[in-house]
């Protein structure tokens, strides 16, 4: 029989979606179980968004340009300028998603085997795109215990080598919720302009920020124009997450050029997907105020729960809608295998992320489990009422 190739060996799983034949088998023994695995929003699309797709009005469905079509550029402008970017519709390249901005931005700025750094524990497809790109993760460790600030630029120098070509940040950040401060990002700035290193910033979550604190992007620090890749997305911002619609910004001509390259290899973004997405950006700011209220309840929810159970400690985190806590217990991963399998609570359980995928060196995170706060409160509480209980039965707790 032939034999796959070693990229399909090594390309590695998602540890969001590897508990989902555990979770679909209780749900056939009849069990509720509480998705709190993966950042899917429970909170309604946009209404400008929908009825723009409903109001579609064309006799062919056509490619549109490999860049994105004009018209969706030009909204996207419009809606990054409002933030302060400073850009033109020609900084844009449209993607299939954030996912592919980030593949295309590996592939443009990486040569294959150089090496990015990225602080850890990041989101879990970053391992994966790097193996499509054949780029080697560096990963430099945040710790739980000051929640997952930005570690000491020491540590990032140490890893740097003639290998090294770029840093990625995601902020907020997914795992953890971690928000970077213009302090952390000052640092970053002075880095990446000693050693000539690209900044990928991740923003899928710029809009989920609490408790008035300030979103700072790379975008905002002077003499960073040409070094500046920022990746985005509609999924998390309009609760989108099934229009795969992202987009790559940057000031580096260079960069964008060459980009446009691997996005004309694959044709297109889609035109129904950009119309929405034009529309979207005219989603009145009463949208996300209810939004971020919402949220914030979400997480001091979780948060406050999480931390009244003994031997947990949970973070409080300042943007996205997640949480990493860390829990009285052997194995991360054989628990959230264990309470979909083995437990129940008046007909319930819950389904969580393994903290240790997101972690890229081997042996962290074997104590913690990311959580994403995207059910309503009445089912955070019974879902915590689910996890309080099957962490006292739990045969592999410690003490």
């Given at each position: 029989m032939p034999k796959i190739s070693e990229k399909g060996v090594f390309m590695p799983a998602s540890p969001i979606r590897k508990l989902t034949p555990y979770a679909d088998q209780a749900k056939k023994e009849g069990k509720k179980v509480y998705h709190l695995n993966i950042g899917q929003p429970d909170i309604a699309t946009p209404d400008v968004m929908l009825d723009a797709i409903k109001n579609i009005d064309f006799n062919v469905w056509a490619y549109t340009a490999s860049e994105g079509t004009l018209a969706y550029r030009l909204k996207l402008t419009e809606y990054y300028n409002k933030l302060g970017y400073n850009i033109t519709p020609e900084d844009i390249l449209v993607t299939l998603g954030g996912s592919e901005a980030i593949t295309i931005a590996m592939q443009t700025c990486v040569n294959e085997g150089d090496e990015i750094i990225i602080p850890e524990p990041f989101y879990a497809n970053y391992n994966g795109f790097a193996c499509m790109s054949n780029v080697v993760v560096k990963p430099i460790l945040s710790h739980i215990e000051n929640g997952f600030a930005l570690p000491p630029i020491e540590e990032f120098e140490k890893l740097i080598t003639p290998k090294t070509k770029a840093i990625i940040i995601c902020n907020p950040n997914n795992p953890t919720g971690y928000l970077y401060a213009k302090e952390e990002l000052d640092e970053l700035k002075a880095l990446c302009l000693e050693h000539d290193l690209f900044l990928f910033s991740d923003e899928a979550y710029r809009e989920f920020c609490y408790d008035g604190r300030e979103f700072i992007?790379?975008?905002?620090?002077?003499?960073?124009?040409?070094?500046?890749?920022?990746?985005?997305?509609?999924?998390?911002?309009?609760?989108?997450?099934?229009?795969?619609?992202?987009?790559?910004?940057?000031?580096?001509?260079?960069?964008?050029?060459?980009?446009?390259?691997?996005?004309?290899?694959?044709?297109?973004?889609?035109?129904?997907?950009?119309?929405?997405?034009?529309?979207?950006?005219?989603?009145?700011?009463?949208?996300?105020?209810?939004?971020?209220?919402?949220?914030t309840l979400r997480r001091d929810t979780l948060v406050s729960r999480l931390n009244a159970i003994d031997g947990v400690f949970c973070p409080n985190p300042g943007g996205a809608f997640y949480v990493v806590a860390k829990f009285p217990?052997?194995?991360?991963?054989?628990?959230?295998?264990?309470?979909?399998?083995?437990?129940?609570?008046?007909?319930?359980?819950?389904?969580?992320?393994?903290?240790?995928?997101?972690?890229?060196?081997?042996?962290?995170?074997?104590?913690?489990?990311?959580?994403?706060y995207v059910l309503n409160t009445d089912d955070l509480n019974k879902a915590m009422d689910c996890l309080t209980a099957a962490l006292e039965q739990y045969p592999g707790r410690k003490i």
């Open positions: 992007s790379p975008m905002h620090l002077e003499g960073l124009d040409e070094h500046v890749v920022v990746l985005d997305t509609v999924s998390k911002r309009y609760s989108a997450c099934g229009a795969r619609l992202g987009c790559m910004i940057t000031k580096n001509k260079e960069v964008i050029k060459s980009s446009l390259k691997f996005a004309q290899a694959r044709l297109s973004p889609g035109m129904v997907e950009q119309i929405a997405g034009a529309a979207a950006v005219d989603t009145p700011d009463s949208y996300f105020e209810e939004v971020n209220k919402e949220y217990i052997d194995d991360a991963d054989l628990f959230c295998q264990w309470i979909l399998e083995k437990f129940e609570l008046n007909g319930e359980t819950v389904m969580m992320a393994p903290a240790t995928g997101f972690y890229s060196t081997p042996g962290q995170g074997k104590n913690e489990v990311r959580m994403a």
